[in-house]
């Protein structure tokens, strides 16, 4: 089973500042690394898919990169509406897991 | 536009049987290239991926859960279903049901869930 580990486990930040979320692969994803956006009593909300392209209508703001093991999805100037947990997913086989999530408070 | 909608008890008595149903509308559940799953919550805890059934029919599942996991399907109804078996508290938790893409993760999308308490 391939784990997934996030840094920082919170973040905290004003609007405007920009934030900066890892992801760390036990071994290698390939390109099958997705970040999610999860707000209470919503469904998970893909923002990137296959590493490092932006979902239908997710603001240019959001950025994932990286490659085989080590991931990060930046958020270039937070908005008060992405407070939310963050969690990266990967499907390069099953089973399919999900990092523990990083909280992002918009203080 | 894909929608997918959870049903089921809300409420599971331990050591009984959680069936959770996820109807589909704007999509098929038998079309080539696509996985229908399951993921849950747990109350406070992070997402934990259940398993899925491709549209070939085929079936994975997280090791932690297959002995008591079954997710089948009905092409007639555009239906697929979560069985879990023998449940506790620790399967309290909000199940979500989506659609993941082959190849690519590009189609991937999850329900609005559904929230499951295991309790007597």
């Known amino acids: 089973e391939i784990v997934l580990t996030q840094s920082p486990v919170t973040l905290s930040f004003p609007p405007g500042e920009r934030a900066t979320l890892s992801c760390r692969a036990s071994?290698?994803?390939?390109?099958?690394l997705a970040w999610y956006q999860h707000k209470p009593g919503q469904s998970p909300r893909l923002l990137i898919y296959?590493?490092?392209n932006r979902a239908t209508g997710i603001p240019a703001r959001f950025t994932g990169s990286g490659s085989g093991t080590d991931f990060t999805l930046t958020i270039s100037s937070l908005e008060p509406e992405d407070s939310a947990v963050y969690y990266c997913h990967h499907r390069n086989g099953w089973p399919e897991t999900f990092g523990p999530g990083t909280t992002v408070e918009i203080k | 536009q894909l929608q997918l909608q959870e049903s089921g008890p809300g409420l599971v008595k331990p050591s009984e049987t959680l069936s959770l149903t996820c109807t589909v509308s704007g999509d098929s559940i038998g079309r080539s290239g696509y996985y229908w799953g399951w993921i849950r919550q747990p109350p406070g805890r992070g997402l934990e991926w259940i398993g899925s059934i491709a549209y070939s029919g085929n079936t994975y599942y997280n090791p932690s859960l297959m002995s008591r996991v079954t997710i089948s399907r009905d092409m007639s109804q555009n239906q697929f279903s979560l069985k879990l078996t023998s449940v506790t508290a620790a399967d309290t938790a909000i199940y979500y049901c989506?659609?993941?893409?082959?190849?690519?993760?590009?189609?991937?999308?999850w329900g609005r869930g559904t929230l499951v308490t295991v309790s007597s």
């Open positions: 989506g659609r993941e893409q082959a190849l690519t993760m590009m189609g991937d999308y």
């Open positions: 296959d590493v490092s």
């Open positions: 071994q290698s994803v390939d390109r099958y």
